[in-house]
């Protein structure tokens, strides 16, 4: 993990505005998968739509970052700034090429979905390494207690403690996290 992981979204920013190249790139890394799952799974385009909004959501994202107000309120307003791209996006297709309009709760249910397991994966980076590696073992990729304990040299019923431990731990974490403010979705 670099040391600009560890970094708040608001000193990423700080650090993006002072021309830091690395900060810059950290700060793709870590929203890159939300802006592509906003645009695939919420909005339902295509890979190829997707990469575009992807380039114009971060070519934004460079160009304007000045203009944001709040530094902590990076994320929020990099998930207005790919849901206008996506609109956009859908509505030039639509001129292009007759499509049915996505239904718009389908995609705000996709959107709250994408919003929660980020929320998650951001609560996560802040366990322990160890924590890290078995929840991500048993929960995204679906190991049994009987290969995490082979894999890790640990005795399986050691797992379930441990995995109890380090929910609890992500359970606090996302506890002491602020809800998004009401009307935040653009």
Do not use: N
Not at 98 to 116: H, K
């Amino acid at each position: 993990m670099s040391q600009l992981s560890a970094l708040s979204d608001g000193q990423l920013v700080q650090r993006c505005r002072a021309g830091d190249d690395e900060a810059w790139h950290e700060l793709v890394e870590r929203f890159s998968r939300y802006v592509y799952a906003v645009a695939t799974r919420g909005f339902r385009l295509s890979e190829e739509d997707a990469e575009d909004v992807f380039q114009d959501v971060f070519t934004r994202v460079y160009t304007h970052l000045g203009t944001l107000r709040d530094d902590s309120a990076l994320r929020p307003w990099i998930a207005q700034l790919t849901r206008r791209v996506c609109l956009d996006s859908i509505a030039r297709r639509g001129r292009e090429q007759p499509a049915s309009e996505p239904v718009s709760e389908e995609i705000a249910a996709g959107l709250d979905e994408i919003d929660e397991a980020f929320t998650v994966r951001e609560a996560l980076t802040t366990l322990s390494e160890p924590c890290q590696d078995i929840l991500d073992r048993f929960f995204a990729r679906d190991q049994s207690y009987r290969t995490i304990s082979d894999e890790l040299e640990i005795p399986s019923g050691t797992i379930a403690s441990r995995i109890a431990r380090c929910l609890s731990k992500l359970r606090v974490e996302l506890e002491g996290r602020e809800p998004p403010p009401a009307g935040s979705r653009g």
